[in-house]
């Protein structure tokens, strides 16, 4: 609750109480304010004006003392009076209230949220329940209004049903159920009666627009966060409309506001403007007040007061001492902790040093060993069969590389290789096998039909090493194969699979109506942590490209700004992603989660959902803010983007460098955006100098897709748009 | 804008100034103007214009309130409090008078806002209608010390009748 907000809880209270002072035998009735309280109520002191509207109006008098009231009280301040006074205004913002409790609880995020896509319509139904209200008086010389009044309900009906006993009539049901049926509403649309039945909001609402008091936005720099929307309990837009007709100037807006770009002033006929002045241009304006709000907020010390006796100017004395960057909160998973994860240590040994390894191959595949291996001829689609993991552990050997003809020819010769130690034992088989083929068959068509044959059992047995690897990973990871029928997932993929229980493998139809996100030229593609993979299907490299998962995973953090979490209320970071769901929203400091901790596999949804630009990831260990990051460029240009076709980004971050996170957020949104078509590879630089040197690189952070095309130095979100642009149109 | 800013602001005020002085609009003139009226509007609750009290009520006395009747033999004076916008005071005093036909040892007197409102005051009467009760000498009938007042017309003949009874 913000400061105004608890001025103005403070205000209602004792508004409230000032009148309803009948309790002291203090009555003034004869006063009238613009606020709707039941004048029928025991202890009311003052009378309500619609109540004695319609009397003058069934007396056949036009109402000028109540109308002269009003209309005194709204061209000095509006509609100040339903947002600071009106005990109705209290009773549906303490429902309001409730229901924020309600939704803490239960952590839903559900807001009716009436958009302006149709007309405002609400001006024009608080008429008519005021000219309903007049022509009823008039027509039946009754206070109709009065009959089914809702606060007269809560004001007047249960105090005197408790006091005199209870009795019934019909406007006694109807009037409860107007209440209850109002209650309800209150509880869907906030300030619902306010909205669109208040008679005197007929009233009050179009004199925002003449008051003295007005509500003025500096529309420069505003970074359309709609966080003064969000906190609207009207949901006006504020920006567009700061004077709308249906604002009951609750100031909630200038209170939330993070850049203190609303506020309230005086409007006496274009006169006086609030204070906004510009203190860089002037900074000894005269209608400047002292104040020195300006000095508190410059967060470079840029500002100050001093004496300036004839020339011989002092120094501040309100110079800035201490830097913001140590007032920042790190909230970690160790203080606030995660349900279902396990708190792990701080400060930095939280990350293994599995990193030396992925590196170690990298520098290994840069000389082009790793690469130049045959894939596997064996792998042909639709062929499940392979041994369980603890006879292959027996085993320890790998799969062949040469064909069938080939390996009988070496083992003719003796010169087989070391790797297949069973052959004895298999031998038998095979030449048993080779018996059945009909002589007829020429050399190569015998190769293709019983090549699998004679290889099956032992087509998918994964190295030894790989598979130690793979049955001690302890990041997630997520595979997802996109194929016409399950046959065609590759079966070294069904062994990966099976060797680890962390990888979790899902097989989609292209039938099936998730599979449209996906990129499905190539079948069967192959998304590793949603990013297409782009090689050859072989062990070795699917291997590598878990391998390079598993650094990310285990170096890249996803970080909160809670700062910019404040009065938002859509939170489509928890509608996009669970893990969310798991995370503490606090109201201030910074939240880092490593991504290992928290079960993330870095799809970057969230990422694109957040509108606000609070979820970011960081390399490194450290918090690594970044104030003005922001990624709506990339959002823009999303059409391009999911377009575009696969292709492999190396990453060379430093880390815990702004720069860096920067670029690395950028290319996460790139990927999602691109339906994981742009798959990616982080390097870290400080560790990997001659990858650098080898590849022409001459700044850090550099996003290398090859020599020609690289983005080095600072990257911004116009260069990474460039690239993509470039990309599209290679084979688009 | 300005020039409807200018215009809202002397509007309001006429209309506040009109209001006070009694230059009030309309074929029925006030004296004091509509402020007074409305101190009365406001100080005295019509129990049925909020809708508190039923509209329409039966004036003839049921065989039970007959019988309890027939049983006082000690002098009760009822005071009414009415007025004359007031739609349901006439039942309130049709049943009271229907009371004092029956038994003679029962009588009553009709205190008028118009008329009489320095009685509203002393009893602290703020609702219409609102009946109290007298013994012969003169002394109010107190419950709790408080004033045993009967408000409203809902179950008024069982009300009163039981007022009544605990006069005696």
Redesign the interface.
């Known amino acids: 609750m913000g400061k105004i907000k608890r001025i103005r809880t403070l205000s209602q209270t004792a508004s409230l109480i000032i009148i309803n002072l009948g309790f002291l035998g203090i ?1 003034f ?2 006063i ?1 304010g613009p606020v709707f309280n ?3 109520c ?1 202890w009311a002191s ?3 004006p619609i ?2 509207l319609q ?2 109006v069934m ?14 009280v ?2 000095f301040v509006g509609s100040a009076f339903c947002g600071w006074v009106c005990p109705f205004g209290f009773f549906q913002d303490i429902i309001d209230f409730i229901k924020s409790i309600f939704k803490k609880k239960n952590k839903k995020q559900k807001k009716v949220t009436l958009r302006s896509k149709s007309k405002d319509i609400s001006l024009i139904t608080r008429f008519i329940v005021l000219i309903a209200t007049l022509v009823l008086a008039i027509r039946f010389v ?2 109709i209004f ?4 809702p606060i ?1 309900t809560i004001e ?2 249960f105090p ?1 049903q408790l006091t ?2 209870f ?1 019934y ?1 019909i ?2 049901g109807a ?1 409860v159920v107007i209440l209850i049926v109002l209650v309800i509403m209150f509880f869907i649309v906030s300030r619902f009666w306010c909205r669109y039945l208040c008679p005197i909001g007929a009233l009050s609402g179009p ?1 925002n ?3 003295l008091l007005k509500l003025f936005h500096s529309g420069e720099n505003c970074g359309n966060c709609n966080i003064c929307k969000d906190v609207c309990p009207l949901d006006i837009e504020v920006t567009k409309d700061p004077n709308s007709t249906r604002c009951t100037r609750c100031a909630d807006c200038v209170d939330k506001c993070p850049k203190g770009h609303l506020g309230f002033g005086l409007d006496i ?2 006169l006086v403007t609030p204070l906004d002045i510009e203190v860089t241009k002037d900074p000894n304006s005269t209608r400047c007040t002292r104040c020195a709000d300006c000095v508190d907020k410059c967060p470079k010390g840029h500002l100050g007061f001093g004496l300036d006796i004839f020339g011989l100017v002092t120094v501040s004395p309100f110079s800035k001492k201490t830097k913001k960057t140590t007032e920042k909160k790190l909230v970690t998973p160790l203080s606030e902790g995660i349900p279902e994860t396990e708190t792990p240590k701080v400060e930095g040994e939280v990350f293994t040093d599995e990193e030396t390894d992925v590196l170690d191959e990298f520098k290994y595949r840069e000389k082009g060993t790793l690469v130049e291996r045959p894939t596997y001829m064996g792998f042909k689609k639709g062929e499940r069969i392979y041994l369980p993991y603890d006879e292959i552990k027996k085993l320890g050997v790998r799969p062949p590389k040469a064909s069938l003809s080939n390996l009988l020819k070496q083992e003719q010769d003796g010169t087989l290789s070391e790797d297949y130690i069973d052959q004895e034992l298999e031998e038998n088989k095979i030449l048993e096998k080779l018996n059945e083929i009909p002589k007829s068959l020429p050399k190569e068509e015998m190769d293709k039909q019983h090549f699998e044959k004679f290889r099956a059992p032992r087509r998918t047995e994964l190295h030894f090493d790989h598979l130690r690897y793979l049955s001690e990973l302890d990041v997630p990871i997520d595979i997802k194969t996109i194929a016409n029928n399950s046959s065609e997932i590759p079966a070294v993929l069904m062994a990966l699979v099976d060797a680890s229980n962390k990888i979790s493998f899902e097989y989609i139809n292209t039938m099936d109506k998730r599979a449209g996100w996906y990129y499905q030229d190539n079948l069967p593609s192959i998304y590793i942590n949603e990013k297409y993979y782009n090689s050859s299907i072989s062990e070795d490299e699917l291997i590598y490209k878990i391998k390079i998962e598993r650094y990310i995973l285990e170096n890249v953090s996803l970080a909160i700004d809670y700062a910019k979490c404040l009065g938002c209320n859509p939170q489509s970071c928890k509608k996009a992603c669970n893990i969310f769901k798991k995370i503490p929203i606090l109201e201030e400091g910074y939240g880092i989660y490593p991504l290992k901790n928290i079960g993330c596999n870095l799809c970057g949804k969230c990422i694109v959902e957040c509108d606000r630009g609070g979820v970011s990831f960081i390399f490194g260990d450290k918090l690594v803010t970044d104030t003005n990051f922001s990624i709506e460029g990339i959002k823009k240009n999303h059409e391009i983007i999911s377009s575009i076709y696969p292709e492999n980004v190396v990453l060379f971050l430093e880390k815990n460098k702004k720069h860096s996170n920067r670029a690395l957020n950028y290319t996460v949104a790139l990927s999602y955006l691109s339906h994981g078509k742009l798959s990616y590879q982080l390097v870290d630089a400080e560790k990997n100098q001659e990858a650098i040197l080898k590849r022409n690189i001459s700044a850090i952070p550099c996003f290398w897709v090859s020599s020609n095309s690289q983005i080095s130095g600072m990257i911004s979100e116009a260069a990474v748009l460039a690239f993509v642009r470039k990309i599209w149109k290679w084979k688009g | 804008m300005k020039i409807i800013s200018i215009i809202a602001f002397v509007l309001a005020f006429v209309l506040l100034i009109s209001g006070i002085y009694g230059l009030s609009i309309g074929p029925l003139v006030i004296e004091g103007g509509q402020q007074a009226k409305s101190n009365q509007i406001g100080s005295y609750i019509c129990l049925s214009c909020v809708g508190l009290t039923g509209n329409t009520v039966s004036h003839t006395l049921t065989d039970d309130t007959l019988n309890r009747l027939a049983r006082i033999d000690y002098p009760v004076k009822i005071w009414v409090f009415t007025s004359t916008d007031c739609p349901t005071c006439p039942d309130a005093k049709a049943i009271i008078l229907n009371f004092t036909v029956e038994n003679p040892n029962i009588t009553y007197e009709e205190i008028k806002l118009e008329s009489q409102p320095q009685f509203f005051d002393t009893y602290a009467v703020s609702e219409l209608p609102t009946v109290i009760l007298f013994n012969k000498d003169g002394n109010v009938l107190m419950k709790n010390n408080f004033v045993y007042k009967i408000i409203g017309i809902d179950n008024f003949q069982e009300k009163l009748i039981e007022a009544v009874e605990t006069v005696g």
């Open positions: 009555f009735k004869h009238t039941c004048y029928a025991p003052i009378s309500c109540g004695l009397n003058f007396t056949g008098q036009v109402p000028t003392y109540v109308l002269g009231t009003m209309g005194a709204f061209v009754d206070t009065c009959k089914l009044c007269g007047a009906t005197y005199n006993g009795s009539n406007w006694l009037r004199s627009k003449i008051s006929f274009g």
